[in-house]
């Protein structure tokens, strides 16, 4: 079966929805009932045996990289990419087929936003690659 | 304790309750609990008749669940102890069992695991590190598999293609987690030839043997994949080629061919070359043309292209080639198969772009680190004979070498 990371961008996607409006500006309840949403997600993949990971990601990073030979290594906190860069978090799903894997992403993106409306959230999918090819030359 | 034992005797105990009229799911958890209770009570001696003991225990195990059950539903029930069952009623168990496993009302993922599981006799933890999932999830996997083919009423299938397709997936899986799914297939196939007397199951063995024979050759220390005509062909594994060829040609002479048969043909044709050009491309190539007057597969017609292009020529495999591409739509193979023949018929630059696509849409770090390998091989050595011609006579450039284009030159 095949893998595939659902990455949540949150801002991210071809273009914003409409709708669209910061949790900045949510209220408490409706924040709560968002991530009600991600945890009941969650707990539907672990129900079917299609859950492989879920993982949060602070919005605070740091760059790094390889200084040089006997230098210490280059860091930077800034200034990042506009915020539609940044991966705010992943399911990791080992489903079906690909048609599966959209199924899902769509369902994750009808989270529950401001007003209780659908986030509309746009989903990004990507299949991970195994690692070893099929038996059968 | 021995684990070995212990993995052999679990499916045939599953497999006699069942037989004898169990429900599926309770069956497989009284097994489960009788092998609990081996682990605790065996030690290092186990008894004389293991598979009596188990056999016994189980009975137990699901006559208690049921008086469990019984006790709410104020209905009694019992089993009947029958004797301990023969070899041939054992055979009969399997592909009882099996035919269960692969139920059509099961995704191939979740037939594969249950099978796994109650056949194989492998742990839930082995399964999910085969297929590299948390083992909460297999056991989901797993028990939602159960609970339906627990709700399926059992007839016995008139044809075996079912359970046959999923062992030819399991065989697929290879070896990317911990467990060896390829070696596992072979042992499951071989208990069903044992059991069932199809010329398909033989050829699905045959072909599994013949696959695997090449294994140890098919990577280098490295882990990078070694195309076939690069293998070291001492590496195969004889035994399994002769095994294979054998069976092979036992099925094919009861003349129902189908399409293990013929696969497994094509396979030991390349096995049986000991070089790469003594591959004889002309039979392997009327085998294809056999199967896909059988299966109509894309996938079939493009190895097919492959062995036009090694009979015919370059060009004519290339004109093969795109008369699939409508259907095989951006298949990273389509790609692989056009980059090998552009680069038999000179076209350097041409075949490492195809390599390079091809690369960028395989599905697994093996092929795609091989294809992109390939295409920077190709670049190297289309620089290189650039720098060569720029020293000589203006070199005539080919126009862009589209395959169409190439393949009309020689029409």
């Known amino acids: 079966m095949p893998k595939y990371l659902l990455l949540k961008r949150y801002t991210g996607g071809p273009e914003h929805h409409p709708n669209f409006?910061?949790?900045?500006?949510w209220t408490?309840?409706?924040?709560?009932?968002?991530?009600?949403?991600?945890?009941?997600v969650g707990e539907l993949l672990r129900k079917r045996?299609?859950?492989?990971?879920?993982?949060?990601?602070?919005?605070?990073?740091?760059?790094?990289?390889?200084?040089?030979?006997?230098a210490a290594p280059v860091t930077t906190d800034g200034p990042f990419p506009e915020t539609k860069e940044l991966a705010a978090g992943w399911f990791m799903i080992d489903v079906e087929s690909e048609a599966r894997a959209y199924e899902v992403a769509a369902?994750?993106?009808?989270?529950?936003?401001?007003?209780?409306?659908?986030?509309?959230?746009?989903?990004?999918?990507?299949?991970?690659?195994?690692?070893?090819?099929?038996a059968v030359e | 304790m021995n684990e070995d034992v212990v993995r052999v005797l679990a499916p045939q105990v599953l497999g006699v309750l069942v037989r004898r009229g169990n429900d599926f799911a309770a069956a497989e958890d009284a097994v489960q609990d009788a092998l609990l209770e081996a682990y605790r009570s065996w030690g290092d001696a186990p008894p004389g008749e293991p598979l009596g003991w188990l056999?016994?225990?189980?009975g137990r195990k699901l006559i208690d669940a049921r008086r469990s059950e019984a006790a709410r539903r104020r209905r009694e029930d019992t089993l009947n102890h029958e004797p301990e069952p023969g070899p041939a009623e054992q055979a009969d168990d399997t592909l009882l069992l099996l035919f269960l496993c692969c139920h059509p009302a099961l995704s191939p993922a979740s037939a594969i695991a249950l099978t796994l599981r109650?056949?194989?006799?492998?742990t839930t933890r082995e399964i999910a590190d085969a297929f590299l999932v948390p083992e909460s999830t297999m056991a989901q996997r797993i028990s939602r598999a159960k609970r339906t083919v627990s709700g399926q009423p059992f007839v016995q299938p008139s044809d075996v293609a079912v359970v046959l397709r999923v062992l030819y997936l399991m065989f697929n899986e290879g070896y990317s987690g911990r467990v060896d799914l390829?070696?596992?297939?072979?042992?499951?196939?071989?208990?069903l030839a044992r059991a069932c007397d199809e010329p398909e199951v033989a050829g699905l063995l045959a072909l599994m043997l013949l696959h695997h024979a090449r294994r140890a050759a098919r990577t280098d220390e490295h882990g990078s994949l070694i195309p076939l005509d690069k293998q070291d062909r001492t590496r195969w594994n004889e035994a399994e080629i002769a095994e294979g060829v054998g069976i092979l040609q036992a099925a094919l002479a009861r003349d129902r061919r189908g399409e293990y048969q013929l696969q497994a043909a094509i396979a030991a044709l390349h096995d049986g070359a000991r070089t790469a050009e003594e591959t004889d491309w002309t039979q392997i190539l009327a085998w294809y043309d056999e199967l896909l007057d059988l299966t109509d597969s894309p996938v079939a017609a493009l190895s097919r292209a492959v062995a036009v292009g090694e009979v015919d020529g370059p060009f004519a495999?290339?004109?093969?080639?795109?008369?699939?591409?409508a259907r095989l739509g951006d298949h990273h193979r389509l790609d692989a198969v056009r980059a090998r023949l552009h680069e038999r018929a000179g076209h350097l630059d041409v075949a490492a772009e195809h390599y390079h696509r091809a690369a960028a849409r395989a599905r697994n770090t093996a092929e795609r680190d091989y294809l992109t390998k390939q295409a920077a091989r190709l670049r190297h050595e289309s620089r290189a004979g650039e720098g060569r011609r720029a020293g000589a006579a203006p070199a005539v450039r080919q126009a862009p070498h589209g395959h169409r284009q190439a393949a009309t030159v020689l029409t």
């Open chain 2, 55 to 58: 056999l016994t225990v189980a």
């Open chain 1, 49 to 70: 045996g299609e859950f492989v990971d879920v993982q949060a990601l602070s919005p605070e990073g740091t760059y790094v990289r390889y200084g040089g030979p006997g």
């Open chain 2, 317 to 325: 495999g290339l004109s093969a080639v795109e008369k699939l591409a």
């Open chain 2, 118 to 122: 109650a056949v194989g006799g492998l």
């Open chain 2, 182 to 191: 390829s070696a596992e297939a072979i042992r499951l196939t071989r208990q």
């Open chain 1, 21 to 25: 409006v910061p949790m900045s500006e």
């Open chain 1, 28 to 40: 408490e309840d409706e924040i709560t009932a968002h991530m009600a949403f991600q945890r009941h």
């Open chain 1, 107 to 134: 369902y994750l993106s009808s989270a529950p936003g401001k007003g209780g409306q659908p986030l509309y959230e746009w989903i990004e999918v990507r299949p991970v690659m195994s690692g070893a090819p099929a």
